[in-house]
Each structure stands twice: as structure tokens, then as C-alpha cells.
T-cell receptor, first 112, second 116 residues
Framework: AQSVTQPDIHITVSEGASLELRCNYSYGATPYLFWYVQSPGQGLQLLLKYFSGDTLVQGIKGFEAEFKRSQSSFNLRKPSVHWSDAAEYFC??????????FGAGTTVTVRA | DTAVSQTPKYLVTQMGNDKSIKCEQN?????MYWYKQDSKKFLKIMFS???????INETVPNRFSPKSPDKAHLNLHINSLELGDSAVYFC???????????????FGPGTRLTVL
């Protein structure tokens, strides 16, 4: 069975600083990986996804993620955070039975 | 244009009541889902329908019953509500490709259910 671990429960970053959120996955086959963002009181919005090809994936809102098979990781990065990036971030892995397994999420707080 | 919509956004009710949450998607997708997000923000799949057929049915109490009148709608009916049912329930939809794991799921805004 697939699983996702997000080691950081909470990250605080200054506005304008860089951000990296960690995600490790466990899946027996080729992983299909996603990052979603949930703003306070909102639903989940897809930031980016990785299926195959270039291991550096660009997403919306200036985010990117890098797939590293050797480390079973799919870390999310943003070079310069904005106050509006304060949210909950979820990494997820898709399986061939349509199930999307989510990590526990990382809360990002942005300080002025 | 809202892609995946849910009603109501908030639902406050007493223990023992029966309630429904409605979900509609206008993306033309074949597959729809219900997720439960608990107080620790952990998201877990409950059900999934593909073209009105149930394809995922996780370990969920049988007080929860999904109903899909057509492929654009997936409603969730909950009988005899309990305190532990308090959570945020998200509906989602995806295209329903044969390789299910490549599907991108699009989420609704959520329904916050509070059982008193």
C-alpha cells in the first residue's frame, strides 16, 4: 500500500525568504505525485503534479517540486514566499485504484 | 464558474439526526469522491464513484451512504449522526482515466459538519 510522510508539521518562514517542504513516499510501482494547497477555510487546490519525464516540475503560484527516486522524495520549493502562501500543504501519491493517499500536511506560517 | 461545488458549506446538527451533503461538478468528469478531513487535518478517502458505479468503499460506517443520481452529482447521506462525525467533508472529481493513478482530482470547498 502506498503512503506519504511529511516530516514537518509546521514551518514558519519570513516573507521573501525561500521555502522548502519535504515529502517522502512509499509506493511499489512508479509513483504519481501531487502537491495540493489548502488556504484557511478553503478547499484543496492543485499546485503541481509529477507523472514522468523531467524530474523538476513547475506549478502554479511560483512553486516547483523535484522528484528524486533514489530518496523517494518529492519536495516542494518556492524561492520567495508571499504572505498569501500561508496555508496547509499536502503531498499525495496516486495509486492505480484511483485512491489518492495524502500526507498529514505541513502548516506554513509567513511572518512579516 | 465553480468546478466542484458542495452544499451546504456549514452544517450544524444534533446527535441522532440524518443529514445530506450535496456535490456537483461541471467538469464533465466521470469519477467523483468523498473525503473526510478530521480535526488534525488528515484527509482520508471514503467513497468513489465512476460513471455512477461505486469503485472505492473504504472502511466507513454503514451510516454513511453515497448516492450518485448521475455522473455530475455525488451526494453523501449520513444517518444517526454521532459526535465523531464532526469533520470537514470534501467532494472531488477527476476525469476517470483507465490509469487511475494519473488522475488529477479537483476538490470542492468543503462542508464543515458539526454534531452537537
Amino acid at each position: 500500500a502506498q503512503s506519504v510522510t511529511q516530516p514537518d508539521i509546521h514551518i514558519t518562514v519570513s516573507e521573501g525568504a525561500s521555502l522548502e517542504l519535504r515529502c517522502n513516499y512509499s509506493y511499489g510501482a512508479t509513483p504519481y505525485l501531487f502537491w495540493y494547497v489548502q488556504s484557511p477555510g478553503q478547499g484543496l487546490q492543485l499546485l503541481l503534479k509529477y507523472f514522468s519525464g523531467d524530474t523538476l516540475v513547475q506549478g502554479i503560484k511560483g512553486f516547483e517540486a523535484e522528484f528524486k527516486r533514489s530518496q523517494s522524495s518529492f519536495n516542494l520549493r518556492k524561492p520567495s514566499v508571499h504572505w498569501s502562501d500561508a496555508a496547509e500543504y499536502f503531498c499525495a501519491v496516486g495509486s492505480n485504484d484511483y485512491k489518492l493517499s495524502f500526507g498529514a500536511g505541513t502548516t506554513v506560517t509567513v511572518r512579516a | 464558474d465553480t468546478a466542484v461545488s458542495q452544499t451546504p458549506k456549514y452544517l450544524v446538527t444534533q446527535m441522532g439526526n440524518d443529514k445530506s451533503i450535496k456535490c456537483e461538478q461541471n467538469l464533465g468528469h466521470d469519477t467523483m469522491y468523498w473525503y473526510k478531513q478530521d480535526s488534525k487535518k488528515f484527509l482520508k478517502i471514503m467513497f468513489s464513484y465512476n460513471n455512477k458505479e461505486l469503485i472505492i468503499n473504504e472502511t466507513v460506517p454503514n451510516r454513511f451512504s453515497p448516492k450518485s443520481p448521475d455522473k455530475a452529482h455525488l451526494n453523501l447521506h449520513i444517518n444517526s449522526l454521532e459526535l465523531g462525525d464532526s469533520a470537514v467533508y470534501f467532494c472531488a472529481s477527476s476525469q476517470g482515466t483507465p490509469l487511475g493513478y494519473t488522475d488529477t482530482q479537483y476538490f470542492g470547498p468543503g462542508t464543515r459538519l458539526t454534531v452537537l
